[in-house]
């Protein structure tokens, strides 16, 4: 065997394990400094600041006695709070014997029921606060699209392109575009476009009007590969451009959807414009579970490009309370997204295969540090938005369970009893774990 031919799959392996890695110590770390953070406020003095499980590679004491430390395996993370028996929560008793009122008040145990749900819901918080700040920053960097239509960067396309940057856009094919933000608006303009290689445009250049030709408005070109898609797969890139399929030529990126959309998941040859020079290639499109507007689920058949128009709209950096409200509409469509999907694989109503494990995860993190920072980031964002969401459940060991047990002591003025809490505990770890080793079989056999 030649073992350079093991090179390329070594180094794709390592660099889907450093992103995997990357992205969940950060959301790890601002999890468990939120219950941190949190309970030194309220009071509660932790112990222990771990990133990582196993044994402890660096250390320092800080003036809170907080013992800060780096471990082994950096899957994961826990605060230990004074009193506690371990990192999941569960109180020493014998430890907490002969202190002092004062002491006892600084410990998990001791401290009232407010501090306490602070600290454990502060976790999640702090998951959902770190995507909005991400969501809102890419939002303010990447602009939202300016009114009028105005041209920016061009893409490069195996076609004719007469368009300038900064000419605005006045009217395609005598037809003025509505603004970009009446989605309605905007998707009835562009289906009463016709399906042409070329179209004409009435363009403002400077002080007068100009007639010119310029591509379809949404033509068949890859601006973002979706991670371990049929395209990903396949080796396609950012910036690739189909141009013909199954010998059919296409120049609207709707023309690309239906031939895949009918394909049923048959193989399609097709050919890729890259950098001047025509591929072949040959990809079989993946059966996908889409939302809809109603909150069901349609199942259809996609390769994995998002597409385009056939040039960068210029943008518009949008105020910070506009980005905020913005990201915060981002998280509460993931969170909904997300608890639809799951009700929807309990109740057969899609495929289980939708639950992705540690591995899709990783090689989804390594994709996506692939397309750039940018990317990246956002991907961080969004998974860290599962992680709050999934923190909430009213499962025993997860902060939500947790939770359950507050309102119970809230409501009988006692906690539930250390015999009660041991059984909810192991069926919660139960669970969890049950859970974990569905989606890593999901990783393994799912197609």
């Known amino acids: 065997m030649d073992l350079t031919t093991l090179i390329p799959q070594f180094g794709g392996a390592l660099w889907t394990l450093l992103a995997f890695v990357v992205a969940l110590s950060v959301i790890v770390a601002i999890h468990e400094y939120g219950h941190y953070i949190v309970g030194r406020?309220?009071?509660?003095?932790?112990?222990?600041?771990s990133l990582g499980f196993g044994?402890?590679?660096?250390?320092?004491?800080?003036?809170?006695?907080?013992?800060?430390?780096?471990?082994?395996?950096?899957?994961?993370?826990?605060?230990?709070?004074?009193?506690?028996?371990?990192?999941?929560?569960?109180t020493d008793t014998a430890a907490l014997e002969g202190l002092s009122e004062q002491e006892r008040r600084q410990t998990m145990a001791g401290a009232p029921l407010w501090a306490r749900a602070a600290t454990v819901a502060a976790g999640p918080v702090f998951n959902f606060i770190l995507s909005i700040l991400i969501f809102a920053g890419v939002m303010m960097h990447q602009g939202t699209v300016?009114?009028?239509?105005?041209?920016?960067?061009?893409?490069?396309?195996?076609?004719?392109?007469?368009?300038?940057?900064?000419?605005?856009?006045?009217?395609?094919?005598?037809?003025?575009?509505?603004?970009?933000?009446?989605?309605?608006?905007?998707?009835?303009?562009?289906?009463?476009?016709?399906?042409?290689?070329?179209l004409d445009y009435t363009v403002e250049r400077?002080?007068?009007?100009?007639?010119?030709?310029?591509?379809?408005v949404y033509p068949p070109v890859a601006t973002q590969v979706v991670p371990r898609s049929a395209a990903s797969e396949a080796g396609f890139r950012s910036g690739d451009v189909i141009v013909s399929v199954e010998g059919e030529e296409v120049f609207a990126f709707d023309q690309l959807k239906q031939?895949?959309?009918?394909?049923?998941?048959?193989?399609l040859d097709i050919v890729v414009w890259r950098d001047g020079e025509e591929t072949p290639m040959t990809l079989t499109p993946k059966r996908v579970d889409e939302p809809q507007a109603d909150n069901t689920f349609r199942t259809v058949y996609r390769i994995g490009i998002v597409g385009g128009m056939a040039f960068d709209p210029a943008t518009e950096t949008p105020g910070p309370f506009q980005a905020v409200g913005g990201a915060v509409t981002q998280v509460g469509n993931i969170m909904e997204g997300s608890i639809s999907g799951l009700w929807h694989m309990i109740t057969g109503a899609i495929s289980t295969c939708n639950l992705s494990g540690p591995i899709g995860i990783a090689e989804t993190s390594g994709d996506m540090a692939s397309q750039g920072a940018s990317s990246f980031i956002w991907f961080i964002a969004v998974l860290s938005t599962a992680v709050g969401m999934l923190n909430l459940f009213p499962v025993p060991v997860l902060d939500g369970g947790h939770l359950v047990f507050f309102a119970y002591e809230a409501v009988s003025g006692r906690p539930p009893s250390d015999r009660a809490l041991r059984v909810l505990m192991s069926i919660g770890l139960t669970l969890v774990l049950g859970l974990m080793v569905f989606a890593l079989t999901n990783d393994i056999f799912c197609p």
């Open 41 to 49: 406020w309220s009071g509660i003095k932790a112990d222990v600041f």
């Open 146 to 198: 300016s009114d009028p239509l105005t041209v920016g960067q061009l893409r490069t396309l195996p076609v004719n392109q007469s368009l300038q940057e900064g000419d605005i856009v006045r009217r395609i094919e005598g037809k003025a575009p509505p603004a970009f933000s009446d989605g309605v608006a905007y998707e009835s303009f562009l289906q009463a476009l016709p399906q042409e290689p070329q």
């Open 55 to 90: 044994p402890v590679l660096f250390s320092r004491m800080d003036r809170h006695g907080t013992k800060w430390q780096f471990a082994l395996l950096p899957l994961g993370g826990y605060v230990k709070f004074r009193g506690d028996d371990n990192p999941s929560g569960h």
């Open 259 to 267: 031939a895949v959309e009918t394909s049923e998941g048959r193989p």
């Open 206 to 216: 400077g002080d007068r009007l100009v007639e010119v030709e310029g591509p379809y």
